[in-house]
């Protein structure tokens, strides 16, 4: 007996006359089960109607020639056999084992059909989509039916037989689950949007060029762009690659807001925006996902990964290769925006790594937004009703990988992705690494966020006239309408700034402090020294202290209040030759590997922003005392008010890494600080202001530890070197920003040798282009007119004020280094 499963909705009122069964069937065996399923009464069983059937081809020219040209009204069924793979373990998933008898389980060959009618039944059921009465097919097409009325049938055909695709697709999921959701007949129904193709006439009279070779040139782009998902393809590659991750790490999922996600997927779309530290991140969220029956997201992948026999794969299995420039290329960057306006609005899930890149330094990169400008303008436009943006944390307590990421940042070449990259990756990841853990951050409402931020989304758009032939109507530059369009412009940008400002914040609010980043901050904060496991233990005890006092989030760090586990961590790390291990003396002694500064930062860097606030409240203190009356250079008058400075001082700082750090609006900032300020003293309100200063700075050294020297010294001695480049350049001169930064490797090392910089991670690559762009945003990049001396004078003081600042907050650091119990003078051997 044939199974037969539907998922349909309740027939229409009004009882129809006829049945059109459009059967999807791709074997004489299909076509058998079928007639068989409907002579039985299939349809009268399934769906209540007592009418006559007639059979049809789901082909646009057999649906053109025999339904849409009908006067009555007949109800439209699609109907398809669902072929099954074996069920193991009470899942049915492709193995390599099926592929082993050449033939894929869930498109059998036409042999395998007939024994798998004769020998396994469960294994294929008769399947109906949602039915629809032609009239409402109509109704949902009225251009293609509009068309249809003036004698061209096929846009209407192709309408239909999409439609029934679709309605069995979704018949399908109710089967086999939602995590095989998966698109069909993209560029063709994109190629057929009435609205697409308006905009590819628009595109083609703004430009002159040739409507025709424009179409052809999206229907190429949409060809490269759009994944070709294969249900066995991604059950091949899940299974593949599941054991060389799993040998690997040990994944940590926190699933509590997973049911919650799934719910609203069913009337959303999700984007979710992970943290990006590493080729494998795709993989690791995938297999979580997947676990969970989501369906498979589109992952928006660079160029870079499309070659053989990864692309192909990867196609297969949902990534979309997107060029990594397209600006000026009109006709491409219509159709990225259609393809993500499609996916969105039939709800398919999107995943894209918003940094542009992997992290080199360990903690989040500023982000890009050139992808979030396609889905806001998607929510502007009403292509989709929402979508909710889910920040996403991965968090490796180690990674294979990271030798080649630090090399990159003292200049060496990225080698390119390949045959030998992937082999090396593979081999690489047969290395136990700990823990990944993986969490998600709250979801944003894409369009309650870009309306909060100010993005006119129920305005309607200003409409600049693209030729103008009539002096009346011509537009001047700097009119009302070229002023109003720029300002709904800036309005849109900034907007969608501020969303992936958000973004970044969820992400950060949920990524868990591992051992390694601790064990990385206690070692680097201690220069050119080694601490025993005891020291170590002493250095961590405080800041584990200070840790569980915000409660913020953590992986297993209570493992490092026993000095047993702590040396295992010492010991893992050493084997990753990030930690050295000298064993010859009275004890072993612990320092970082000689040349493993960067990889170590890295390590830390995952957690630094949980004490960014408190490194800056130490330095706004310590810029106090010395602005206090009782500063014994007596260079200060007894009026000044050493709280004010303090507060200045943090919001310069604040100001200072904010390419760095992803921080709060001032209101909030202060609030934060306040905060800190009450974990390190409590009953700070009520000091007497003019000791206020001093007793704060013993309540500070008191607490066990300091972090400026841990947290922030990398990122000044970084944005120092910059400095200091920029004020000996002529201010006259051109700045080439690649050949500046390659200067600034070459003097951070000078100046590392000199020991003027404190450690090899701060003459990175990422971190001198961060600082550009600070120095870009103070203005001091753009060269001083030449033929103007004041305007010279003023650069170069301008540049020289920065440069002094940065010494001053260099002295600083290092004042609040010495202050740091563990920079005490060390005792000898015990």
């Known amino acids: 007996m044939i199974e037969h499963s539907g998922g349909v909705s309740a027939p229409p009122d009004s009882p129809p006359e006829s049945v059109v069964a459009l059967v999807d069937s791709t074997s004489v065996t299909e076509r058998e089960l079928i007639g068989r399923w409907l002579a039985d009464g299939g ?13 049809l081809d789901l082909d646009a020219a057999a649906v053109a020639g025999r339904l849409t040209g009908r006067v009555d009204d007949p109800l439209v069924v699609p109907v398809r056999v669902l072929w099954l793979p074996p069920e193991r373990d009470g899942v049915r998933r492709v193995t390599f084992g099926d592929m082993a008898l050449l033939t894929n389980p869930r498109r059998p060959n036409r042999l395998a059909q007939r024994r798998l009618v004769a020998t396994a039944p469960d294994r294929h059921l008769v399947l109906t989509g949602a039915p629809a009465r032609l009239s409402e097919l109509r109704a949902n097409n009225p251009e293609a039916a509009a068309l249809q009325r003036s004698g061209t049938t096929e846009p209407f055909a192709r309408a239909v037989v999409r439609a029934a695709v679709l309605a069995l697709e979704r018949a399908e999921r109710t089967v086999i689950g939602d995590r095989y959701k998966i698109p069909r007949l993209v560029a063709e129904e994109i190629l057929d949007s009435p609205d697409f193709l308006r905009r590819l006439e628009l595109i083609a009279d703004e430009t002159g060029a040739d409507p025709q070779d424009v179409h052809r040139r999206a229907e190429k782009a949409l060809n490269e762009l759009v994944a070709a998902q294969s249900r066995t393809v991604s059950d091949l590659f899940t299974q593949a690659m599941r054991p060389v991750h799993a040998s690997t790490w040990n994944v940590d999922c926190d699933e509590s807001g997973l049911a919650a996600l799934r719910e609203l997927n069913r009337s959303h779309p999700l984007v979710f925006l992970p943290s990006h530290r590493s080729y494998v991140d795709a993989f690791v969220l995938g297999d979580v996902l997947a676990r969970n029956d989501f369906p498979p997201n589109h992952v928006v992948g660079g160029a870079n990964l499309r070659f053989w026999p990864m692309g192909p794969i990867a196609r297969r299995t949902g990534t979309i290769f997107i060029r990594r420039s397209f600006a000026g290329d009109t006709v491409y960057q219509a159709v990225v925006e259609e393809y993500f306006g499609y996916l969105l609005s039939r709800r398919f899930n999107l995943e894209w790594y918003f940094e542009g890149g992997r992290t080199r330094t360990g903690k989040l990169r500023p982000p890009r937004y050139g992808l979030l400008n396609y889905l806001a303008a998607s929510v502007r436009r ?53 823990h990944v853990y993986v969490r998600f951050g709250a979801p944003l409402s894409a369009r309650d966020r870009l309306a909060a931020h100010g993005d006119p989304l129920s305005e309607p758009p200003v409409t600049i006239p693209l030729h103008h032939t009539d002096a009346a109507t011509r537009t001047p530059a700097g009119s009302e309408l070229d002023r109003l369009s720029d300002q709904l412009g800036e309005k849109e940008r900034r907007a969608v700034q501020r969303l992936a400002f958000e973004v970044a914040v969820g992400i950060n609010a949920v990524t868990p402090i591992t051992v390694n980043a601790l064990v990385a901050l206690a070692l680097l904060g201690v220069h050119q020294r080694a601490l025993t496991l005891a020291q170590v233990y002493e250095v961590l005890g405080p800041v584990l202290d200070y840790i569980e006092a915000r409660d913020l989030p953590r992986g297993e760090i209570a493992q490092l209040r026993n000095e047993q586990s702590l040396a295992v961590v010492l010991e ?77 001082e943090a919001y310069r700082l604040r100001d200072l890494l904010k390419f760095e750090f992803f921080f709060p609006d001032r209101a909030e900032f202060s609030e934060r600080i306040t905060a800190e300020m009450l974990l390190v003293d409590p009953g700070w309100r009520t000091r007497p202001r003019d000791t206020l200063g001093s007793e704060i700075l013993a309540a500070l050294t008191g607490s066990g530890f300091m972090m400026a020297h841990r ?103 290092s004042r609040a280094a010495a202050l740091d119990p563990s920079n005490l003078p060390a005792g000898g051997p015990r």
């Open 382 to 434: 009403d292509r989709v009703a929402d979508a909710l943006l889910v920040p996403v944390s991965i968090t490796y307590e180690r990674l294979n990988e990271l030798g080649a990421i630090a090399d990159e940042q003292v200049g060496g070449r990225k080698k390119p992705e390949g045959l030998a990259w992937l082999a090396r990756y593979v081999r690489n990841q047969q290395h136990s690494a700990g």
């Open 572 to 648: 893992q790390l050493s084997l990753a030759k990030v930690v050295t291990v000298y064993r010859s003396g009275v004890e072993p002694v612990y320092s970082i590997e000689p040349g493993a500064h960067l990889e170590a930062a890295f390590y830390r860097n995952s957690a630094v922003h949980w004490f960014a606030d408190r490194a800056i409240l130490e330095l706004a203190i310590l810029a106090a005392v010395e602005a206090a009356p009782e500063d014994p250079t007596g260079a200060v008058g007894p009026d000044t008010d050493a709280l004010g400075v303090g507060w200045e």
């Open 43 to 55: 349809i009268a069983a399934e769906l209540g109607v007592d009418a006559p059937v007639t059979q």
């Open 711 to 813: 947290v922030l010294r990398s990122f000044f001695d970084a944005q120092l070197v910059v400095a200091e480049r920029l004020e000996a350049r002529e201010p006259a001169a051109t700045i080439d920003r690649k050949a500046f930064v390659s200067e600034c490797v070459s003097v951070g090392n000078q100046m590392l040798l000199q020991q003027r910089l404190h450690s090899t991670e701060s003459v990175s690559t990422e971190l001198f282009g961060s600082a550009l762009k600070l120095a870009d945003n103070y203005r001091l990049l753009e060269p001083a007119d030449p033929d103007s001396e004041e305007s010279a004078a003023e650069l170069a003081q301008r540049r020289r004020e920065f440069a002094d600042r940065l010494r001053t907050i260099g002295i600083r650091i």
